[in-house]
């Protein structure tokens, strides 16, 4: 198995494959819903100096999410760009 890292270590202006989610309950479908799945290719687009919001390029939208529920979005380390 390839090493994964979550979606909230992602620096901005990288990007990265998405490995897995651990978001159970509503957010999990919400996250889902919106282009979070197995194999998409999410780019960070910018982090707040505070680190929350972040916002991310998924299927071609910008999303912005909380640090809490970005970390629920596990990345494989070995699919990683600049």
């Known amino acids: 198995m390839l090493p994964e890292y979550m979606l909230s270590d992602l620096p901005a202006g990288r990007s990265a494959d998405v490995a897995q989610m651990d978001a159970p309950g509503p957010m999990g479908r919400r996250l889902l819903d919106i282009g979070f ?7 960070c687009l910018y982090a707040a100096p505070s680190g929350e919001p972040r916002a991310y390029l998924v299927r071609g939208a910008v999303i912005a999410l909380r640090r809490e ?14």
């Open 69 to 82: 529920d970005a970390a629920r979005v596990r990345l494989l380390e070995d699919s990683i760009w600049e």
């Open 37 to 43: 799945t197995e194999g998409t290719r999410v780019q």
